[in-house]
C-alpha cells in the first residue's frame, strides 16, 4: 500500500498531459506619426514674410501651443525695432509645413499700425 501512495501522484500527472503552446501573437510595428518641428522664431519670421511681404522683418517672435491638445500654435511677435510681443497670429498644422490661419487679417493689422 506504501508503492501505491507514491505512484498515485505520478500517474495524476501523467493523466494531466500537456497543453499546447498558445500560439505566437504577431506583432505589428505602428506607423509613425509624422509631426511637425515646432515653429521658432526663423520659421515664423519665414512665414510671415511670405503672406506679408511689405511688413517689417520680425524682430522677435515666441511661439506656443493654443491649448492642450490643439493642433494650434499661436506666435507672439515684435516687427522691426520693436522688441515687445505687440502681435499675435495663429499657425495652423498642414500637411508638410505650418500655415497662417488668417494671413489677410494679420498682414491687415500690420498695415493698420504704421501707417
Known sequence: MNKLTLLL??????ACGQEPAPEPVPTTTPEPVKTLPAPNQASFSALLGEAC?????VNTAVCKRAGMGS??????????EDTYLRHK???TAGEDAW???D???VCAEHGT???
Do not use: Q, R
Open 9 to 14: 501522484p505520478i500517474f495524476a500527472l501523467a
Open 53 to 57: 511681404p511689405s511688413a517689417e522683418k
Open 71 to 80: 493642433k494650434d500654435v499661436v506666435c507672439e511677435f515684435g516687427l522691426g
Open 89 to 91: 497670429a495663429t499657425l
Open 99 to 101: 500655415t497662417l490661419a
Open 103 to 105: 494671413a489677410d487679417a
Open 113 to 115: 499700425h504704421h501707417k
